[in-house]
């Protein structure tokens, strides 16, 4: 047996790689059904027609309250109420806090932390009246320990994800819901695979294990949290980043 067989699942964010890479791994792991998500202008409905008869797609926004809406509706059609939800969905620009505007730093929260929470809010009665239910949230290291590079908007994002996982955790795992974070370290996206060959390789060398991530190991952090493998696992944030922040 697999061990996520006859379990339904959503996944935000999942156009992207690790999105992707997730989405393949809960499939392979026995998930019966994913609903996948992700932005409007994405080409999200395409990449699901890709994956097996068992994947239905939305395209919606989640920081708007009509997404949410969209996402339950699809979701009461499609799968039902999910087992599981990973929040992939976030972005991550470059900004100098000081010289941005409130519309690009609040692009950060609005990508970053109340896509998840939207997600969370929608999902979580359905899985309270089960007592059962794995949340996996998306953090970054930039939110544990603030970002390397001018983006304070969005390490602050990252950051409340973290607190907000964690808080969440307190209030619903006492009936039955899980609820934690993976932190990935640097993985080989498109968005890294357009670094300069000495950026990657300062990346990469900053690991211990001398390379960069992959998303697939992003993806198996997920299964891992969200398979009963980690049953007594909750409130907490996974790194998978190769030893790169110790």
């Known amino acids: 047996m697999q061990r996520l067989d006859g379990y339904t699942a959503i996944v935000t964010g999942a156009s ?18 994913v609903l996948v998500t992700d932005l409007p202008q994405t080409n999200i409905v395409e990449i699901a027609a890709g994956w097996d008869a068992h994947t239905h797609a939305v395209a919606s926004d989640l920081s708007d309250p009509a997404g949410a809406r ?51 809010h929608a999902v979580l009665p359905g899985m309270l009246e089960r007592h059962s239910g794995s949340i996996v949230n998306f953090a970054s290291t930039a939110g544990e320990y603030g970002s390397i ?18 808080s969440l955790a307190r209030e619903v795992s006492p009936e039955g819901v899980r609820v934690n974070a993976i932190s990935p370290g640097p993985i ?11 950026q990657r390789a300062i990346a990469a060398a900053r690991t211990l294990v001398g390379r960069l991530g992959r998303p697939e190991d992003i993806a198996a952090g997920v299964a891992y949290l969200a398979s009963e493998d980690s049953a007594f696992v909750t409130g907490t944030v996974l790194q998978v980043n190769g030893g790169s922040l110790l």
């Open 149 to 166: 590079r001018p983006s304070a908007a969005y390490a602050g994002a990252k950051g409340g994800v973290i607190a907000f996982t964690k």
């Open 188 to 198: 080989d996206t498109p968005a890294l695979k357009a670094a300069s060959p000495e």
């Open 16 to 33: 992207g790689a690790i999105g992707q890479a997730v989405v393949e791994r809960l499939l392979q792991e026995g998930a019966s059904a």
């Open 70 to 120: 969209e996402l339950m509706r699809a979701c009461n059609e499609y799968i039902g109420s999910p087992d599981i939800l990973v929040n992939v969905a976030g972005a991550w620009q470059i900004i100098d806090y000081v010289d941005s505007d409130e519309n690009q730093w609040m692009s950060m929260i609005r990508a970053n932390l109340l896509t998840a929470m939207s997600a969370c």
